[in-house]
Nanobody
Framework: QVQLVESGGGLVQAGGSLRLSCVAS????????LGWFRQAPGKEREFVAA????????YYVHSAKGRFTISRDNAKNTVYLQMNSLKPEDTAVYYC???????????????WGQGTQVTVSS
């Protein structure tokens, strides 16, 4: 069982930056791929980024490439999402998830956090 707790969300102006963190419980953190997803009001949850257990492989949705960076610190059981050049359309609740595959597919993630709100004002 893995429990995930996100933090770091907030209100930021367009063009600004935020760093989201997600701390996981459990001793097998490095064996899990971690993903970030987001859900805007009235929209379906969508993939943002993923990182393999070792941290070597990363994967981004097209709209995040060049602006967002996913990273992890296995010693701290933490995964991060550094978000730069934020846009109003990035406004959403951001969720981290843990699974066995580095993938965009939500149904392959077994554990989910409660989410953290990111609001980007224009």
């Amino acid at each position: 069982q893995v429990q995930l707790v996100e933090s770091g969300g907030g209100l930021v102006q367009a063009g600004g930056s935020l760093r989201l963190s997600c701390v996981a419980s459990g001793r097998t953190f490095s064996s899990y791929a971690l993903g970030w997803f987001r859900q805007a009001p009235g929209k379906e949850r969508e993939f943002v980024a993923a990182i393999s257990g070792s941290g070597i492989t990363t994967y981004y949705v097209h709209s995040a490439k060049g602006r967002f960076t996913i990273s992890r610190d296995n010693a701290k059981n933490t995964v991060y999402l550094q978000m730069n050049s934020l846009k109003p359309e990035d406004t959403a609740v951001y969720y981290c998830a843990a699974g066995r595959s580095t993938t965009h597919a939500m149904d392959l993630y077994d554990y989910w956090g409660q989410g953290t709100q990111v609001t980007v004002s224009s």
